[in-house]
């Protein structure tokens, strides 16, 4: 029989698995002690459960606890994991060093559905959603996890598509018997699923980012098969209903193309489309990916572009390209083997 991660549950959960085994509820408080704040990766070492409740906990539970199975370092000092996805199908987590931070990108799904053009999760399909354990895995098993400042769930699939798994796993961050974190340092990316995007309002503090990359409704449909179903008009009339200025931020992420995205008229329209909503724009450069027919911007163009926003009262900035020697940085997670450039000395 699999053995069932205890990682990944809340409370709730382990006051019902407390049960199976015999044990008082007040257990679940202390087996969420051991997971998120000592974190343990052996049931053995929660030692104020009695001898035999640990047994009786291993028949059928396990910490849920993974290594990553290859690591590839960037000459930036970026680092990218691969940990087990869906069967068959493996996922990446990418460790971002800066001078006073240090930020995990995590996946939320293996592969995605969403199938935006320029990216090569999306190219490569939808192979399963991740659970809980498997995206709390990533936090507490990269090399760097104690380190880490800052989380961003801009990694692999859509965040509001597997909107259970995640809304649990910000829990067990954020909640004080879990790992404590400010959501302050939380920030979920999504391309604006409607209703999952309001649960993530609703129901959390974190930080939102919102992938525009076009503000006409067309070229987004193009490069955005989302587009049709949640046009970016109304996500940002949802988001004027909500206060970024206080607390929370709001972040517009926006790929830059020659000659697709990239002249003053696309600036002037997405400086009206997001009007109203305190959203600062992240401009970032696109990383070339096998079989896509768009170049990226030429870096006048975007400091032109970023000039013009700035202009018309919007805070932009040219977000710095961090990992593309080691296909890290964005759209360029594939969950594939890793290249030749994790041969280094300090694999794990
Ligand atoms: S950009 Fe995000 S939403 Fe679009 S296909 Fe890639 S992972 Fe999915």
Known sequence: MELIPLIGMTPGRLREVAAEVGLKPFAARQMAAWLYQRRVTDIDAMTDLSKAARARLKEKYCIGRTEPKARALSADGTAKYLFEGAPGRDVEAVMIPEADRATLCVSSQAGCKMNCRFCMTGRQGFHGNLTAAQIINQVLSVPESEQLTNIVFMGMGEPTDNLDAVLAAIEILTEPWGLAWSPKRITVSTVGNM???????????????????????????????????????????????????????????????????????????????????????NLIRFHAIPG?????????????FRDRLNDAGVTATIRASRGEDIDAACGMLAGKDLRPADNQPNNP
């Open 195 to 281: 209703s999952g995007l309001r649960t993530l309002l609703d129901c959390t503090r974190v930080h939102i980012a919102v992938s525009v990359h076009s503000p006409f409704a067309a070229d987004r449909a193009a490069i955005m098969p989302v587009e049709r179903a949640c046009p970016v008009k109304d996500i940002m009339e949802l988001l004027r209903g909500y206060d970024f200025a206080h607390q929370r931020r709001l972040s517009v992420e926006y790929i830059m193309w020659r000659g697709l995205n990239d002249t003053p008229r696309h600036a002037d329209a997405l400086a009206r489309l997001i009007k109203g909503t305190d959203a600062r724009v």
């Open 292 to 304: 896509v027919d768009m170049q990226p911007s030429v870096r006048g163009v975007m400091e032109s």
